[in-house]
């Protein structure tokens, strides 16, 4: 059988700038800088396998026998989900790339760090030395780059680099967080400079490749990976489903393996590390009931307190539900939580809640945004 995962390698790669949308130095990069970060190849399996054709093709054609960067992959442009691999895939690609060619000037900066410097060379009138910078590096490389959007002139500057450099056929990559075809926030002109190149959608990894990522995570740490050790910590368990599902949740797994000082990955260091991390993505009541409270404007005081105003006992009830539902505490210690109250009247609160949510379409739908909302709270790295 033959394997549907695939290994792209990559230059270094700071875990900041894995994490979060600005802090990246825009200029030049040595090789021997970046060289020493982590990671150092990307995994992807069948689900992402035009990332690999890109990645090549834009290998291929630069620095051989003089050819340049195809118009038809110039802008390069990720775009997906948080935890499918984008800013990981630009910020490698610029280490490579300067790691490769080391006499290259490559540049890289988040869209935070583009309205920044832009912002600061307006006050300087510098504005035309920054768009040369920029224009004239061997490899452009613009990670986040949607926090721009809404921003007249940033967009408008960043249409004009983009329009320079594949006149000029030098390569630039971008991520973003969504299709440029249709954005909500771009403007038109500037998504049209994106669609000019090649878009690129990614998927969260497969669970092939997320089995490769965690043996590699854990044979950098000195963890022994057990096969089902591996398959249960990626399966979590019946009652919520996986609950790691990217490169970087995988790794705070690790790291927490390692520091619990597990030698190896198998059936009880994975269970340890599911019960650890299910807990602590468990929302506290303090934090349901202040969700809760924002929705039906009332105070932490009123929902445990004694009113029984028709209203607030409505309230108090979708929060006692969804406390249930997700804190994973007892009806004793949810009704202790809201005011002294007894199990009994927790238990009747949330069947009440259930009853009137299919009864009652719009309080249906009032309550799975409120649980949609909670979920993706609890659900961010």
Not at 71 to 92: E, H, M, Q, R, Y
Request: hydrophobic share 40%; with cysteine; proline share 4%.
């Amino acid at each position: 059988m033959v394997s549907s995962i695939f290994t792209i390698p990559l230059g270094g790669a700071t875990e900041e700038s894995l994490a979060t949308d600005g802090g990246a130095d825009w200029s030049h990069a040595g090789a021997a800088e970046v060289s020493a970060r982590a990671p150092q190849q990307y995994v992807g399996s069948d689900e992402n396998r035009l990332v690999e054709a890109a990645i090549n093709t834009l290998f291929a054609s630069n620095h051989i026998d003089g050819r340049a960067t195809p118009d038809s992959i110039n802008p390069i442009v990720f775009f997906g989900p948080g935890g499918s691999g984008k800013s990981l895939l630009v910020v490698g690609v610029a280490a490579r790339w300067q790691a490769q060619y080391p006499s290259d000037e490559v540049i890289q900066l988040s869209g935070v760090d583009l309205v920044h410097k832009l912002t600061e060379a307006i006050q300087v009138n510098g504005v035309e030395e920054f768009k040369n910078r920029l224009a004239l590096a061997s490899l452009l490389v613009i990670d986040d780059v949607h926090v721009i959007a809404g921003r007249g002139t940033a967009e408008e500057f960043l249409c004009g680099i983009l329009e320079g450099r594949r006149n000029a056929s030098r390569p630039t990559l971008i991520s973003l967080d969504q299709s440029p075809a249709g954005h909500e926030r771009l403007s038109q002109r500037l998504a049209g400079r994106f669609l000019n190149g090649l878009s690129i959608p990614l998927e969260l990894p497969g669970q092939q490749a997320l089995e490769l990522i965690l043996i590699q995570l854990a044979d950098s740490v000195s963890i022994e990976a057990d096969g089902e050790g591996c398959r249960l910590l990626l399966a979590g368990n019946p009652a919520t489903g996986p609950i790691f599902k990217t490169p970087r949740q995988i790794r705070q797994a690790v790291l927490w393996l390692a520091a619990a000082r597990y030698a190896q990955l198998d059936v009880e260091a994975a269970d340890a590390a599911l019960a650890h991390f299910l807990q602590a993505k468990m929302p506290t009541l303090k934090f349901i009931s202040s969700l809760v409270g924002r929705r039906f404007s009332v105070t932490l005081g009123q929902l445990q307190g004694a009113s029984r105003k028709q209203g607030l006992v409505r309230a108090r009830s979708v929060a006692m539900l969804l406390g249930k539902r997700h804190s994973g505490l007892s009806y004793v210690q949810i009704g202790k939580y809201f005011g002294g109250r007894d199990h009994s009247t927790v238990i009747h609160a949330c069947r009440r809640t259930e009853t009137k949510a299919q009864e009652d379409s719009g309080f249906r739908q009032s309550l799975s945004v409120l649980e949609n909302q909670l979920l993706e709270t609890i659900s961010t790295e």
